[in-house]
């Protein structure tokens, strides 16, 4: 053996690195099993999708009660409405001040807040105002479920009683 070098391993050209073969290999195992299982995630993916549209909405539905209670303000969740263009998949937080409503979520006028489109409110949801209106005491009036359905089946209900308690079932 010649100073300073070390052994060769048997079938390498040169003594440190992976041959082609070998790293083409590698990457067709890993696409292999990438391919496997894209199948078993994506409906995992779904349903973790409808049920965190469905705790953002139940979020901002207690967010508008604490809020009515706070400000001592009327709010309302207002779920789809009859302005033109308007996408029945959102929704806005509004308060009353001098009888007039001023949205308060998502700030700015116009906008809304709304789902991936894999997520859509159910048009069977109830009431049919489409608005839930927190009192300042916290009631609410009239209570409601909003029913959101997913592309992949699967349907996830938020309901609003009528002392104000929000829960997803």
């Known amino acids: 053996m010649v100073s300073g070098q070390g052994f060769r391993g048997a079938g390498r050209a040169s003594g440190g690195g992976f041959t082609y073969a070998e790293v083409l290999m ?8 990438v391919g496997i299982s894209i199948p078993m995630v994506t409906p995992r993916y779904r349903t973790y999708q409808l049920r965190g549209a469905a705790w953002q909405v139940a979020g901002d539905l207690r967010l508008a009660r604490q809020r009515a209670v706070t400000t001592r303000n009327s709010y309302r969740f ?13 929704y806005v937080i ?4 001098g009888g007039t409503s001023v949205q308060e979520i998502p700030p700015g006028p116009g906008t809304r807040r709304g789902f991936s489109s894999a997520i859509s409110i159910d048009p069977s949801s109830t009431p049919g105002s489409r608005t839930i209106t927190f009192n300042s005491n916290g009631s609410v009036v009239p209570t409601g479920t909003i029913q959101l359905t997913g592309t992949g089946g699967g349907a996830v209900s938020v309901t609003v009683a009528q002392a ?3 829960q997803v079932n």
């Open 26 to 33: 590698t990457a067709v195992l890993i696409l292999i099993m």
């Open 78 to 90: 207002v779920f789809t409405d009859s302005a033109a263009g308007a996408n029945p998949n959102t």
């Open 94 to 97: 509004q308060y009353s001040t």
């Open 164 to 166: 104000g308690r929000v």
